[in-house]
């Protein structure tokens, strides 16, 4: 049975809702057929996400993942699919992109460490640099170098939040050679070996996204609203951190609900 577009739209925008931490406070001040097509790209992302964090064999991951490849070009009549497609009809999202998430989900079944901060950078380009280059086709801007960093930039402080999560799927995203540079044996414990690491982590993340954020220039109003709000969200998580004295593993370093609607109440009011 076919799916009409604006259902399939109600339902990825109902799966932002739903699932994104920071994504739905940023999209909200967008125009509609804005806000319907990042959210498109948001449901793309999290499934490939689900797939490669899943529960299932890495084979049948594998196959899975490779189905969301291949339907790119061959798309079946699901809700997600239906709405990125005419996403990509409107807005001319490019392919590469959405193919970049597929491998970053490929990697995560194949690599779980990486030596040196250049080997992190290649999975976060795929991982979130990839959906800030099909994201800025919505914008309006050809700014995709900007638009790859800020994803970076974002990425980095998910990792640095999201240590203990990593940890459980058997994962760790923080670069090694940096680890042993900084004297850090085990990831799971606040010391000051910890806290001097992780404020490296933090100033890098911090260059990555005043680079980034350089896109806004290239932005109309309410697009650029909507990427300032995204950055303005993680750089208050990164500041909790920072405030937390890097204790990622024993409290909670993300925002409340007021204090991202204050994020984005700010930015309406600038």
């Known amino acids: ?28 001040v967008l125009p509609r057929e804005k806000r319907r097509a990042i959210a498109a790209i948001y449901a793309f992302a999290r499934e490939v996400d689900d797939v490669a964090d899943g529960d299932l064999p890495p084979a049948e991951k594998w196959v899975q993942l490779e189905a969301l490849r291949a339907a790119l070009d061959d798309p079946p009549p699901t809700a997600m699919h239906v709405a990125l497609s005419d996403a990509r009809a409107a807005f001319d999202i490019p392919r590469d992109a959405l193919s970049a998430l597929v491998d970053g989900g490929l990697q995560d079944l194949e690599q779980t460490r990486y030596e040196t901060f250049d080997d992190l950078r290649g999975y976060c380009e795929k991982v979130a640099g990839a959906v800030g280059v099909a994201c800025v086709a919505v914008y309006g801007s050809d700014d995709v170098e900007r638009a790859m960093t800020l994803g970076i930039a974002l990425q980095l402080i998910n990792i640095m939040r999201d240590v203990a999560e990593d940890e459980e799927l058997g994962r760790v995203y923080l670069p090694q050679d940096e680890l042993v540079r900084f004297g850090v044996e085990q990831p799971g414990t606040v010391t000051p070996e910890w806290r001097s690491f992780m404020e490296f982590q933090a100033t890098r993340a911090r260059v990555h996204l005043a680079d980034g954020l350089k896109l806004l220039d290239s932005l109309d109003r309410r697009s650029a609203l909507c990427v ?43």
């Open 228 to 270: 300032a709000t995204f950055a303005g969200l993680y750089s208050g998580q990164l500041d909790r951190m920072e405030a937390n004295g890097f204790d990622v593993f024993g409290s909670s370093c993300g925002l409340s609900t007021p204090a991202k609607l204050t994020v984005v109440a700010r930015g309406l009011f600038r």
């Open 1 to 28: 049975m076919s799916i009409a577009v604006d259902e399939a739209y109600a339902e990825v925008q109902r799966i932002t809702r739903a699932r994104a931490k920071n994504f739905a406070y940023g999209i909200m």
